[in-house]
């Protein structure tokens, strides 16, 4: 009765890698949650009866290219938890200070270790190494993907909302430029959900993902998934977007992901766009206010302390859910 649910009997993840967001079904995500909240239960009381320790003897390699606090310490630390160990690379210690590709970088870790979690700066040279590897990679976030992050979003939710079905999401900041809002949005469209997607119009949502969308509700007569979505570029003080506000259940923030830019982009009145104390108070008694981390100015730290503020928490049940993806991983 110690051993996992969700190892031996069934897999739930018949790919060897985890690339994106696009590879889950309602199925698997099912089980992915039910075994990080077991995992969950055993932390938090202070057992490790129902912590596998199928990673010992194994060494995951951590290939950062991009800087990470959440997703790589998470990581490190799951890994840890269940038996394994790690080695992290970053650019700055690696050859490629000596001008080495990403690939050949690649290659080395991935010798001499028995899985790799990659966070690339870019989406190619991952894509192509996942057919040059015998090893199972996690993608840790590249252009546009963060499966993982995807996954402990929501986790998160249905850890607090006891679902993740019928709810009515805000999605804010800079969706354009938010690998974490992508994969969310991908993951969500296995539910019926309603997407508001409120941001300025040089920020508003990647073409890309209203095509995944769009398919997604033309198929919806056979998966049963009801899903609708609404463009909104008229900032946070504007009466229609406050009675979406009011209505929604979950309220994702993203920061400006300045770095990412690739043109300047003149923001007009961005501070419209943040969230205040006085917004806070109109949102539902039950709205979640959630942020992938890390935070600038559009979560003002007096809303910490409101208890729909549940950003830290979150980054909590990513380490369980980090836990669970790599025990079905590299287990
Ligand atoms: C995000 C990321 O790296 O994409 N952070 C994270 O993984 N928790 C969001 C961001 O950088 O703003």
């Not at 309603?194 to 398919?215: D, G, M, R, S, V």
Request: glycine share 4%.
């Amino acid at each position: 009765e110690t051993m996992p649910s969700l190892v031996g009997s069934e897999m739930c993840i018949r790919d060897r890698h985890i690339m994106d967001a696009k590879q889950f079904n309602r199925n698997m995500l099912r089980q992915i949650f039910l075994r990080s909240q077991e995992i969950m239960y055993s932390q938090q009381g202070g057992n490790s009866n129902n912590i596998s320790s199928l990673l010992n003897g194994k060494v995951i390699g951590l290939l950062f290219y991009t800087p990470s606090s959440r997703t790589r310490c998470s990581f490190e630390s799951a890994i840890k938890k269940l038996g394994g160990d790690t080695i992290l690379l970053t650019p700055d210690t690696s050859s490629s200070q000596k001008g080495e590709t990403v690939s050949d970088t690649l290659h080395t870790l991935d010798t001499y270790t028995d899985g790799l979690i990659v966070r690339s700066p870019n989406d190619i040279t991952i894509q192509e190494f996942q057919n040059e590897t015998e090893n199972t990679i996690i993608n840790a976030g590249d252009m546009l993907h963060h499966p993982s992050q995807a996954l402990l979003d929501l986790f998160t939710i249905r850890q607090e909302k006891g679902t993740v079905n019928n709810l009515k999401f805000a999605i804010m900041g800079d969706l354009s430029h938010s690998r974490t809002i992508g994969s969310l949005v991908e993951l969500l469209c296995n539910y019926n959900v309603e997407f508001y997607f409120i941001a300025t119009h040089k920020l508003q949502i990647n073409p890309a993902i209203i095509e995944y969308i769009e398919n997604a509700q033309k198929h919806s007569s056979s998966t049963g998934y009801n899903i609708s979505y609404f463009i909104h570029t008229e900032n946070l003080e504007d009466d229609n977007v406050k009675k979406i506000l009011k209505s929604v259940d979950v309220v994702y923030m993203t920061r400006l992901q300045k770095e990412r830019w690739d043109t300047v982009i003149t923001v007009e009145n961005v501070k419209k766009y943040y969230l205040t104390k006085s917004l806070v108070n109109i949102l539902k008694s039950n709205c979640l206010i959630m942020h992938p981390l890390p935070r600038n100015d559009e979560i003002p730290k007096e809303i910490d302390t409101d208890r729909r503020a549940i950003y830290f928490k979150q980054m909590k049940y990513g380490l369980y859910l980090r836990m669970a993806l790599c025990e079905l991983m590299f287990g």
